[in-house]
T-cell receptor, first 112, second 113 residues
Framework: GENVEQHPSTLSVQEGDSAVIKCTYS??????FPWYKQELGKGPQLIID???NVGEKKDQRIAVTLNKTAKHFSLHITETQPEDSAVYFC???????????WGAGTKLIIKP | DSGVTQTPKHLITATGQRVTLRCSPR?????VYWYQQSLDQGLQFLIQ???????AKGNILERFSAQQFPDLHSELNLSSLELGDSALYFC????????????FGEGSRLTVL
């Protein structure tokens, strides 16, 4: 069945450095790849997404890259700040109803 | 503020009891999803409704049930509660066809003692 693997499970970076989180999916037909951020005590919130017809999308300090051949997509956060500390989830829809399979999450810790 | 409202925010109850969690989706959103998130765990999909009808089922226990009402709000009923049911329960709503973004509420934290 469909599967999404997310790595690493925990990532600790120095404030100002970059962070990269990677997800690998199994369904070649997948065409929409979102990233959600969950802050402590809150629900997940979409921060960026990409469709399969592009290889990269940027929004200020965050970017998502997609490699369809290798079936993986990555979240890049540059110039990390304390407010970037959170759990990040990737997801992959496995049907036309946008039913999502979620990655296990990455806890990002920004060290001052 | 996502526009999705969940009540109650916190709930403490005993094993064997029954609780109802409520969700009001964003105005105009027809789809409602329920997720369970245990401590330091990912999001487990429970069930989805679309305009009052059940659309998809995930790993939802038989002790759990849900429904979506004509005004589009949804309720998740958890019965014969066990210690392991302690978790955060999230509701999310989604807009129309072609939009993938889910809007999550802040969750209902259930503690079963």
């Amino acid at each position: 069945g469909e599967n999404v693997e997310q790595h690493p499970s925990t990532l600790s970076v120095q404030e100002g450095d970059s962070a990269v989180i990677k997800c690998t999916y199994s369904d070649s037909a997948s065409n929409y790849f979102p990233w959600y951020k969950q802050e402590l005590g809150k629900g997940p919130q979409l921060i960026i997404d990409i469709r399969s017809n592009v290889g990269e999308k940027k929004d200020q300090r965050i970017a998502v890259t997609l490699n369809k051949t290798a079936k993986h997509f990555s979240l890049h956060i540059t110039e990390t700040q304390p407010e970037d500390s959170a759990v990040y989830f990737c997801a992959d829809p496995f049907d036309s109803n946008y039913q999502l399979i979620w990655g296990a999450g990455t806890k990002l810790i920004i060290k001052p | 503020d996502s526009g999705v409202t969940q009540t109650p925010k916190h709930l403490i109850t005993a094993t064997g009891q029954r609780v109802t969690l409520r969700c009001s989706p964003r105005s105009g959103d027809l789809s409602v999803y329920w997720y369970q998130q245990s401590l330091d765990q990912g999001l487990q999909f429970l069930i989805q409704y679309y305009n009052g009808e059940e659309r998809a089922k995930g790993n939802i226990l038989e002790r759990f049930s849900a429904q979506q009402f004509p005004d589009l709000h949804s309720e998740l009923n958890l019965s014969s509660l066990e210690l392991g049911d302690s978790a955060l329960y999230f509701c999310a709503s989604r807009g129309g066809v072609g939009t993938g973004e889910l809007f999550f509420g802040e969750g209902s934290r259930l503690t079963v003692l």
